[in-house]
């Protein structure tokens, strides 16, 4: 037993110390002082990290756990504050409303990630309340009761902020949306609503509901053509028709699908071929597509909206689930936080290029609840033309323009995708354009021929989509800087300030998009991938489950989610309302 014991221990430290234990036994074996050494080198360099930088990290979702996964600088100590105590891979949401995936399996415990990490990280189970950035505050509540049944609340201090916190869901003040309709942010909406779907089908399975409200009952109706709602409607629709409809026989004629949509398409930020193609499938399948139908009010029973392609006909649909996946929101401590910096009626916190929060030095917001407000060039088109402007000429040359070419596009990536958009090779062909028919050598521009030549270049500025691929990308890039961060306090690597003298810090935050994924159910799944290139059809769907099983956070989620997949392909979806 004693034996047992003592190699039970031995396993437990390997695997949460696995690392300095083969360290500590190699150093052992090559010579009896080895073990002293690296003690001592341990505490030496602890003692070298002296008045570590506080960073508070709210939320941990797709930004903030990115960012903590990323950051491995031993500088900083790290608080971070949720409400929840886990990462959720959001993507698959649909997939476990439907029973496809099991809400365990899309869920890491955020403390499993960060456990092993050299940085110290202290995590607290609350929710924001408020954001003090003039003194540099937190105010949280903690989401557990005490014995009096009330929720302790705490303040927490900070050198650097990252605001990670999501969005709310949007309604756009629509009567009933939020007392009648679920939603589809979280894994406990995804959990409810799974519940609800086999709910109503016992329901209309009890023999005293007459056949007309056995229709109403099994009538679902999913608010919002874009690819949450279009992915949610193929699953459900797969879950009716290859599982449910064997369970229930009596009424599975009686199941109605309704996709409302108040544009003229579903998915309309994809190709327009992926476009017609989900809007055929969809027909083929039954699921009713009403695209121009504005929801103007939802009661318990009834969906009212508007046909726009009717002259604005009021229609009333009966239902008995419905789901929202439309828009997003500011949460209510964001709102107070964005009047505080002088950032009122906008949708989202506004940050600079570098993901730092505008009126603040120490502020940093990705993800939904941020905007990144890109700098337009015409609005320092006379500090670029000073700094390109070598000799003080009073002109510019093809040769002084391309000398400060790459911090322009840099600093200003509309210029680039302008280019790409006229099909020019460098700058000298669009400052030839504006010049007319003139040698590239001898090309020479005042102030206001370049403020012509780049007139049309701020047209090419886009907002960044709210997509859990966006919200990664920051948090890796800000994990970068802040690893780096006295390096290029030293040795700055961005771009020239125009309107200052040396150089950024860091590059500016630049958005790699790399594709975007719409499963329309029956194995068949539609992708638009960079360089216009897209794929439609099952192939397409074994690309999205190798993509999605990749992109887990840990090897758990990894095997959790391939076995789930498995399970279904062998036994079909769970129906149990668990």
């Excluded at 039970?8 to 150093?27: I, M, N, P, Y």
């Excluded at 950035?133 to 929720?151: L, P």
């Excluded at 609800?196 to 007459?210: G, H, K, N, Y």
């Excluded at 003298?501 to 958005?511: I, L």
């Amino acid at each position: 037993m004693r034996s047992f014991t003592f190699f039970e221990r031995v396993s437990r430290a390997f695997r949460d110390h696995g690392s300095q234990l083969k360290l500590v036994l190699l150093c052992t074996t090559v010579s009896g002082g080895g073990l002293l050494a690296y003690g001592e080198a341990v505490a030496a360099s602890e003692a070298a990290v002296t008045e570590k930088k506080k960073v508070v990290v709210l939320g941990t979702g797709w930004a903030g756990t990115t960012f903590l996964r990323n950051l491995n600088n031993p500088r900083y100590e790290v608080h971070v504050v949720s409400p929840r105590n886990y990462f959720a891979f959001t993507p698959l949401l649909p997939s476990v409303t439907c029973g496809t995936v099991e809400a365990r399996s899309v869920v890491e415990p955020v403390r499993n990630i960060f456990r092993k990490k050299k940085v110290d990280v202290q995590f607290s189970e609350a929710e924001c309340v408020k954001i003090d950035a003039a003194n540099r505050k937190v105010y949280c509540r903690s989401n557990i009761s005490n014995n009096s049944n009330e929720k302790e609340e705490f303040i927490v201090d900070y050198d650097y902020l990252i605001i990670g916190v999501g969005a709310n869901v949007n309604t756009f003040n629509t009567p009933g949306v939020l007392e009648n309709c679920h939603f589809l942010k979280e894994v406990e909406d995804a959990q409810k609503i799974r519940r609800t779907v086999i709910d109503c089908f016992e329901r209309a399975s009890l023999p005293s509901v007459s056949e007309e409200e056995k229709k109403r009952i099994l009538h679902f109706a999913i608010v919002g053509g874009g690819p949450t709602g279009v992915e949610f409607a193929a699953a459900l629709h797969d879950f009716v028709t290859e599982d449910l409809v064997k369970l229930y026989p009596g009424i599975k004629d009686l199941v109605k699908i309704t996709l409302l949509e108040a544009g003229d398409h579903i998915l309309s930020m994809f190709d327009k071929r992926i476009t017609a193609f989900a809007e055929d499938k969809f027909g083929r399948d039954g699921i009713n597509v009403k695209t121009g139908s504005m929801v103007v009010k939802v009661s318990e029973k009834e969906i009212s909206t508007k046909e726009m392609k009717n002259g604005g006909e009021i229609t009333t649909i009966p239902y008995g689930m419905a789901v929202w996946s439309t828009g997003i929101g500011t949460r209510p401590f964001i709102k107070d936080f964005m009047t505080q910096i002088g950032q009122t009626n906008r949708r989202a916190v506004a940050t600079d290029e570098w993901l730092r929060v505008e009126g603040t030095n120490n502020v940093y917001a990705l993800g939904d609840c941020a905007t990144i407000n890109q700098r337009k060039v015409m609005e320092d088109i006379a500090a670029i033309f000073k700094k390109a402007d070598a000799d003080n000429s009073g002109t510019l040359t093809v040769k002084e323009f391309q000398e400060v070419l790459h911090d322009i596009c840099e600093r200003y990536p509309q210029v680039e995708l302008y280019l790409k958009s006229k099909q020019m090779d460098d700058i000298a062909d669009l400052l030839k354009e504006s010049k007319g028919d003139v040698k590239r050598e001898s090309i020479e521009l005042n102030i206001e021929e370049l403020k012509t030549a780049l007139s049309k270049v701020d047209s090419q500025m886009k907002f960044l989509p709210a997509t859990a691929q966006v919200a990664s990308q920051q948090g890796t890039y800000l994990a970068k800087c802040f690893n780096r961060m006295e390096e290029c306090e030293k040795n700055p690597e961005g771009p020239l300030r125009f309107r200052g003298e040396g150089r950024h810090r860091f590059k500016p935050f630049r958005y790699k998009h790399l594709g975007q994924f719409a499963p329309l159910g029956g194995e068949q799944t539609a992708a638009q991938l960079p360089g216009d290139w897209v794929s439609i059809g099952h192939s397409t769907q074994w690309l999205w489950y190798s993509i999605y099983a990749s992109k887990q956070v840990s090897w758990r989620t990894r095997a959790l989610v391939v076995s789930d997949w498995t399970r279904r392909f062998i036994f079909g979806r769970d129906s149990s309302q668990i």
